[in-house]
């Protein structure tokens, strides 16, 4: 017997004011994104007829964060409960589907969890419960003597005896939709938070004679909700947990420390790559195979092939590193920048809008900007390109196996041909031709018995 069709109903309407931010809580990030774009992205895996999202407080920023064409969004005006918002996106799901409904501040639950609560639902009534060591704040699952699942009773209105339970409801239940919109037009407020319970409808199905089949989730950090910092905190680390077991489980990804990694966005790995211990990895991140990064180092939208080593301390966004390539410590590439094979940048150089050719060298202490640096370059420690005269950029052009000196000042345009040396010290203004000497300083002068005139 096929199952029926899905509709996901998901609930983003909260305000979240103990998160004490200007920001809706559905948009706090979880590893770089919002929390709902873990949950739709999991919802999406299920391949639903229909997602609906109710939004309410921050709505329009929500919305905006998402302008995907296959979300239907649903204003509740009012935040009458949970009964109240499910009953906004009913009447745009037929009575022949099953209705999941998950929770935007939910965001670590697994699409395998989903896909076994809705297939045990199949055309009935499903949820997920937990067993929670501190079930405070959680609706307390009440089953029958023969352990038959009887209803759900929520913190405020439980009992002495029914708080003792252990077993919580997570908020996420599959119903079906025609017996749903029953159940809910059925709903009242009498209850200690004056709200429309979502809930109440497990009572209402069991009085029915409806089995309600229960799904036991064996990790609790699955259905951790988010309703403060420290849940926020919390819910964080276990998913970095989670990315960094993938990591290491299905690609081989060394990892010096899986507690301190930290993955915001999406990383591809080679074979035998390592990463040492609070390295960031944020945005599209590709590293090729034996990829060494340092210890906190931070990597942003950018590529790193095969045999190149970042060392400690380095910031790298939005570039493209060649195979290799040996950088830092403490060396910061900005966007543009391009190293081919074997280059090398050390420390406290920064590099921006330039491309370094093979072989070449930025050691110590420089600033290569707007600039366009060949094979075999030796940059020399001090090294600056003025690529700005206060209204436009400008490039500085050298070509292969050319040597700078220390300490020289290359204000551009200017081109420096192959082969040629800059004597260091060298401020220099015009192209200099290929093979040839440029050096920009005067004679040294002693002047005998200086000490004694000036401390005279």
Known sequence: MSS?????????????????????????????????????????????????????????????????????????????????????????????????????????????????????AGSGVSLLTVVLDDPTGYGRILRDADGTVSGIVEQKDATAEQQRLSEVNTGVLCLPAGPLRRWLDTLDTGNAQGEYYLTDCIAMAHDEGRAVQPIACADPREVQGVNDREQLATVERACQQRQARTLMRDHGLGLADPARFDLRGTLTVGEDCFIDVDAIIEGEVTLGDGVRIGPFTRLQDCSVASGTEVLAHCDIEAAEIGSDCRIGPFARLRPGTILAASARVGNFVE?????????????????????????????????????????????????????????????????????ATIGAGTILRDDVAADSLAVDRGHVRQIAGWGARRDG
Not at 386 to 413: E, W
Request: hydrophobic share 40%.
């Open 4 to 120: 029926p069709p899905l509709s996901i109903v998901v609930l983003a309407a909260g305000e979240g004011k103990r998160m004490r931010s200007r920001r809706p809580k559905v948009l706090q990030p979880v590893a770089g994104r919002p929390m709902l774009d873990h949950v739709l992205e999991t919802a999406r895996q299920l391949q639903p007829r229909s997602i609906h999202v109710i939004h309410g407080h921050g709505g329009e920023a929500v919305q905006a964060a998402f302008p995907d064409p296959d979300l239907h969004w649903v204003y509740q005006a009012q935040r009458l409960g949970t009964g109240h918002a499910v009953q906004q996106a009913l009447p745009h799901i037929p009575d022949t589907h099953q209705v999941l409904v998950l929770c935007a501040d939910v965001p670590l639950t697994r699409p395998q969890t989903l896909q076994a609560l809705v297939a045990e």
């Open 351 to 419: 590099v921006k809008q330039a491309r370094i050719g093979a072989g070449s060298k930025i050691n110590h202490l420089s600033y290569v900007g707007d600039a366009r640096i060949g094979a075999d370059v030796n940059v020399g420690a001090g090294t600056i390109t003025c690529n700005y005269d206060g209204r436009d950029k400008h490039v500085t052009q050298v070509d292969d196996g050319v040597f700078i000196g220390s300490n020289s000042a290359l204000v551009a345009p200017v081109h420096i041909a192959s082969g």
